[in-house]
Antibody, heavy 119, light 105 residues
Framework: EVQLVQSGGGLIHPGGSLRLSCAAS????????MSWVRQVPGEGLEWVSI???????YYIDSVRGRFTISRDDSKNTVYLQVNNLRVEDTAIYYC?????????????WGQGALVTVSS | DIQMTQSPSTLSASVGDRLTVACRAS??????LAWYQQKPGRAPKLLIY???SLQSGVPSRFSGSQSGTEFTLTISSLQPDDFATYYC?????????FGQGTNVE
């Protein structure tokens, strides 16, 4: 059974750092397109970052240079290191899988992790 | 960035209604479009990928279609479980982008 189980999140001061984790089961993260998507509570969805293949990565402009996506194939886990956090980074962060013909369509999602950036 | 514009933002409907949600891309995205359903407090659920392909396990009352840069999600007969927010998403060009959502109430 495919599952994505997230950990991390919490209350962080502006400028702080955090690492979000997404542990996968039922498939290998190294073989799929793994993304992070965030959602301000009560608002819409925003795609943030992706890792795929030989650790090819992409970030949206607002997080590039502050966020780093990575994966540990031995632990079958994807990470999002978030540094220099801003109030506007407050959101629920989801990891999501894209696979096969629907590489950009997310067929499995984690349960979400709330990151609150506040002083 | 490619802008995805959904309409309407809110849709009032009743069980048994036929519903259509529209999504317009600001440029050609070929057929690289997905539709999701999201309920409060839950992660989104994939309904449709590649504009018109039904995700495994999704009821056949959901369908997707395309005409150029205009995309449509149709629910043929609304069921009680379908009251939710629906999002479109393009995955043709980075950064991948979502529509603003349509709340079916």
């Amino acid at each position: 059974e495919v599952q994505l189980v997230q950990s991390g999140g919490g209350l962080i001061h502006p400028g702080g750092s955090l690492r979000l984790s997404c542990a996968a089961s039922g498939f290998s993260v190294g073989n799929e397109y793994m993304s992070w998507v965030r959602q301000v509570p009560g608002e819409g969805l925003e795609w943030v970052s992706i890792i795929h293949g030989e650790r090819n990565t992409y970030y949206i402009d607002s997080v590039r240079g502050r966020f780093t996506i990575s994966r540990d194939d031995s632990k079958n886990t994807v990470y999002l290191q978030v540094n220099n956090l801003r109030v506007e980074d407050t959101a629920i962060y989801y990891c999501a899988r894209g696979t096969g013909i629907s590489w950009g369509a997310f067929d499995y999602w984690g349960q979400g992790a709330l990151v609150t950036v506040s002083s | 960035d490619i802008q995805m514009t959904q309409s309407p933002s809110t849709l009032s409907a009743s069980v048994g209604d036929r519903l259509t949600v529209a999504c317009r891309a600001s440029q050609n995205i070929n057929s690289w479009l997905a539709w999701y359903q999201q309920k409060p407090g839950r992660a989104p659920k994939l309904l449709i990928y590649k504009a018109s392909s039904l995700q495994s396990g999704v009821p056949s009352r959901f369908s997707g279609s395309q005409s150029g840069t205009e995309f449509t999600l149709t629910i043929s007969s609304l069921q009680p479980d379908d009251f939710a927010t629906y999002y479109c998403q393009q995955y043709d060009t980075y950064p991948w982008t979502f529509g603003q959502g349509t709340n079916v109430e």
